[in-house]
């Protein structure tokens, strides 16, 4: 599969998933006199918002270069990113807030035991949560999307959530209501935590940020091999959005004719653009050696 095809099967499965289990948690919640599974119910809901970001984040990537972008529209799924990530850590004070003020106004202790169908809807959700992240973020490293990336760790966080709300219905029903708030302000430790790597993964990929050092040595052993190439001078790479480019300076012998040093550099431009698919072009400068 190509990358659109991968983000809109994945969006779709994510979609649907989340439609149901807002219903049922709402649902559940209602029933089982549980406003934490209410609540759950509705960061579920948010999730379908934030995948709708995503196919529009990719979709308006994927456009052509034109006359007014000549490098592409790339860099809009890091938009997308960004955008998510900011409604990631909004959710983590969100859930943070909300716990802290059911602490400070004691109104927990006179809350109603929750039921046990409150109970079942959290564990399906944790379930079906983390099933939801795990296929997520294998297809965001498949195809490096940080958008992709960014709403897996939101289906993590409504997982979060949810075992929050899981931990505390039990303890209501032992007769330890404060379990529900206190693990809650616990969880949205590590939802802010993930909100704010996102960021800067999205925001790295936004400034011209260079690849990782494994995939430039790769990318220089990759340049020597081809015949002809004397020695890299220099070699500098920046991540435009998912894509790459590569700028390189080769030395050839100065003796050669024009045409064949051409033929050294253009060599050396397709075995890059053919070794690693996630360069977007590689420009090759010649130097005599």
Known sequence: MDRK??????????????????????????????GAMVSDAVHSASDVFSTVIVIIGFRLSAKAADKDHPYGHERLE????????????????GI????????????Y????MPGIAALIAAV?????????????????????????KADAWHHRSDALSSIGAMIGIIGARMGFAICEPVASLVICVFIIKASV??????IGKMTDRACDESTENSIRDVILAQEG????????TRMFGARM?????????????????HAIAESVHESVEQAFPGVKHCMVHVDPA
């Open 109 to 112: 202790v006179s809350a109603q």
């Open 124 to 148: 399906v959700s944790i379930a079906a949560k983390e099933w939801l992240y795990w296929l997520t973020i294998f297809y965001a490293k498949k195809i490096d999307s940080p958008a992709l």
């Open 245 to 261: 480019y590569v700028d390189a300076v080769i030395t050839v012998d100065g003796q050669l004719p024009l045409t064949e040093a």
């Open 96 to 107: 943070a807030k909300s716990s802290f003020d059911l602490v400070a106004s004691g109104e």
């Open 197 to 202: 790597e996102i960021f800067g993964d999205a």
């Open 5 to 34: 095809q991968v983000v809109s099967r994945v969006s779709a499965i994510s979609i649907i998933v989340n439609l149901v289990l807002s219903v049922c948690k709402l649902a559940a919640g209602i029933l089982a006199h549980s």
């Open 229 to 236: 190439v004397e020695s890299l001078p220099e070699l500098k």
């Open 78 to 93: 890091c938009v997308a990113g960004i955008i998510l990530a900011v409604i990631l850590f909004i959710t983590g004070l």
